[in-house]
């Protein structure tokens, strides 16, 4: 299973259809205000994860409440369980 | 004394590009330019509300952005079009106004002197 | 007529610096003016003083060309906000802060962004080249 | 009347959309692959000028041979004959 | 011994990063290592024919991707996706293959390392 | 686990050095090691020593968090292809190429394009933090 980092909302098209299903996805910087694109895109809720310092940052934490918000230890125990790790930042 | 349109078209905080060009604004204006802001495509995300650039050792631009006021930027426009499609709720403590990309075209032939910051 | 002009890209990130040469070499050519040259955000790269250019069949020599550019009488303002954060400083600014070694390259001076305001105020026209 | 500098495919979706009708439009660096895309966005033939040099690197001349192909001299005579100068690369 | 894909999405002479990219290509090929190219979205620029870089002062990227077999490194794909609204007319002195997207989702999953250039 | 990084970002033009500073330091806290942190095409003006800071409440010394981890046994690798040309250059190019003054910060080293191949194949695991 791949794990890809998103930092763009360009990035986020490139990346959505070049995965495989399941594969998991991490929005990253700008690519946190992808987070609607991602889920319109087909993307799993239980696959999508937001960096919450970067959603905090940007003030859309409270829009993708709905979403798993992570820390970089979880990022770190993400990377470990998936393999390649894929970075999208067109 | 020369018109100026400052366009903004990239988001906060994944570089310093927005706050630079701010900066440049305020400058513009303490010269006794006369001078307008444009946020336009992802730099709508520079007036969103509610943001924190502390949680990664960032100045909030949005906070930044109540500065122009002081420096009698007066006219900060918000690209209408770029809005519909993203998810932006206006800072309220901003006074900006959204503008049609007709406007825009007659804004920015108006002004003499127009500076980016890209991509 | 004056022309106030800008480069916002870093070498080799972009083509900011070819474009902004070769048009302020057709500006001086054609028996016009430059006021300033105004490097902001990335841009500051280009007066990085310790550029090794490519040794390809091609020699091009960036930094060679601004400096020549500056030899004939053209400024090169860093701005001086940009520069610094990034690491491009003067004997200047290199004592201030208590650094090893300066960084600026032979022909470029820091400036505020007040000289960037006001070379275009001085000038007919205003030219961007984007990073 | 303005003179529009396209660095970009997508910088040119962002001045065409911005564009008085008339306004001249130079499309430089990786903005002359979208040659066919500013024709189809309604700028018009006699308004579009790609930069000779750039195009050539790319590879594009002889497809855009339709259109005009100009050198530094000449670009800065645009420059001279319109204002303001706004520059596109998102 | 790892597998690795680059992934080409920028155009080249724009930024000299697609080169440097081709370059780590090389020098991983050069270490035995099983080596894939992607080119897609602006990047499939790169293999357009008729390119003359010597016209701004640069390498012409296609000479440099001729050199590609000699390292061997065979699979170069273009994304067919990416292909399709561009008039690319690629090099033909470049043996490089179209992919379709679901074969780049498996390209992409089945390499250890996916090595990218961006923006 | 073990990681090969690479930061292609430069300062203020990308968040990859807080993207990548802030997940190396929750590698070595999870008691996992990083082989070696590689800095390709932009991402080499994380290197350049005469970075001041900006003098806010934030404080963010990136450079300095850099150097705390090279001082924590993690390898910073600049690629010295990209960095010469950029200007980033040790006491060793700065004499080879008759240069004023070294620019690279203490902490790192140029080293070639080899180095990050190496670093992959021996790590478990690459992440890379674009521009």
């Given at each position: 299973m791949s794990l890809h980092l998103v930092?763009?909302?360009?990035g986020l098209s490139a990346c959505t259809r070049r995965r495989q299903r399941n594969d998991k996805l991490v929005l990253l910087?700008?690519g946190?205000?992808?987070?609607?694109?991602a889920l319109?895109a087909g993307v799993e809720p239980a696959d999508l994860y937001?960096?919450?310092?970067?959603?905090?940052?940007?003030?859309?934490?409270?829009?993708?409440?709905?979403l798993a918000?992570?820390?970089?230890?979880?990022l770190?125990e993400l990377t470990q369980q998936c393999s390649p790790i894929v970075s999208w930042?067109? | 004394?020369?018109?100026?349109?400052?366009?903004?078209?990239?988001?906060?905080?994944?570089?310093?590009?927005?706050?630079?060009?701010?900066?440049?604004?305020?400058?513009?204006?303490?010269?006794?330019?006369?001078?307008?802001?444009?946020?336009?495509?992802?730099?709508?995300?520079?007036?969103?509300?509610?943001?924190?650039?502390?949680?990664?050792?960032?100045?909030?631009?949005?906070?930044?952005?109540?500065?122009?006021?002081?420096?009698?930027?007066?006219?900060?426009?918000?690209?209408?079009?770029?809005?519909?499609?993203?998810?932006?709720?206006?800072?309220?403590?901003?006074?900006?106004?959204?503008?049609?990309?007709?406007?825009?075209?007659?804004?920015?032939?108006?002004?003499?002197?127009?500076?980016?910051?890209?991509? | 007529?004056?022309?106030?002009?800008?480069?916002?890209?870093?070498?080799?990130?972009?083509?900011?610096?070819?474009?902004?040469?070769?048009?302020?070499?057709?500006?001086?050519?054609?028996?016009?003016?430059?006021?300033?040259?105004?490097?902001?955000?990335?841009?500051?790269?280009?007066?990085?003083?310790?550029?090794?250019?490519?040794?390809?069949?091609?020699?091009?020599?960036?930094?060679?060309?601004?400096?020549?550019?500056?030899?004939?009488?053209?400024?090169?303002?860093?701005?001086?906000?940009?520069?610094?954060?990034?690491?491009?400083?003067?004997?200047?600014?290199?004592?201030?802060?208590?650094?090893?070694?300066?960084?600026?390259?032979?022909?470029?001076?820091?400036?505020?962004?007040?000289?960037?305001?006001?070379?275009?105020?001085?000038?007919?026209?205003?030219?961007?080249?984007?990073?």
């Amino acid at each position: 299973m791949s794990l890809h980092l998103v930092f763009s909302s360009t990035g986020l098209s490139a990346c959505t259809r070049r995965r495989q299903r399941n594969d998991k996805l991490v929005l990253l910087g700008n690519g946190v205000y992808a987070h609607q694109q991602a889920l319109d895109a087909g993307v799993e809720p239980a696959d999508l994860y937001l960096l919450a310092a970067d959603a905090q940052a940007r003030g859309v934490s409270q829009a993708a409440a709905a979403l798993a918000h992570i820390d970089y230890p979880t990022l770190v125990e993400l990377t470990q369980q998936c393999s390649p790790i894929v970075s999208w930042n067109d | 004394m020369k018109r100026f349109l400052f366009i903004v078209s990239r988001s906060p905080y994944g570089s310093s590009h927005a706050l630079e060009q701010m900066e440049a604004a305020m400058v513009a204006a303490a010269f006794d330019a006369k001078v307008a802001v444009l946020f336009r495509d992802e730099g709508v995300w520079n007036v969103q509300q509610g943001q924190a650039g502390a949680a990664i050792g960032q100045k909030t631009i949005s906070n930044v952005l109540t500065a122009l006021p002081a420096y009698e930027i007066e006219e900060v426009y918000v690209c209408a079009d770029s809005l519909s499609g993203r998810d932006v709720q206006t800072e309220p403590s901003l006074s900006v106004k959204p503008i049609h990309l007709s406007d825009q075209q007659a804004l920015i032939s108006a002004c003499d002197v127009v500076i980016t910051a890209q991509p | 007529m004056n022309y106030a002009l800008a480069v916002h890209g870093a070498p080799y990130a972009s083509e900011a610096a070819e474009h902004a040469l070769s048009f302020a070499e057709a500006v001086l050519a054609s028996g016009q003016s430059i006021e300033r040259v105004f490097f902001f955000h990335d841009g500051v790269y280009q007066g990085l003083a310790a550029q090794v250019p490519p040794q390809d069949k091609f020699n091009t020599n960036t930094l060679k060309r601004w400096q020549d550019l500056a030899g004939r009488g053209v400024e090169l303002g860093i701005c001086i906000a940009s520069g610094i954060k990034r690491g491009i400083v003067d004997e200047s600014e290199q004592a201030r802060y208590e650094l090893e070694h300066p960084t600026l390259a032979q022909g470029f001076e820091l400036v505020g962004l007040g000289q960037l305001i006001a070379a275009i105020n001085s000038a007919d026209r205003y030219v961007e080249f984007p990073a």
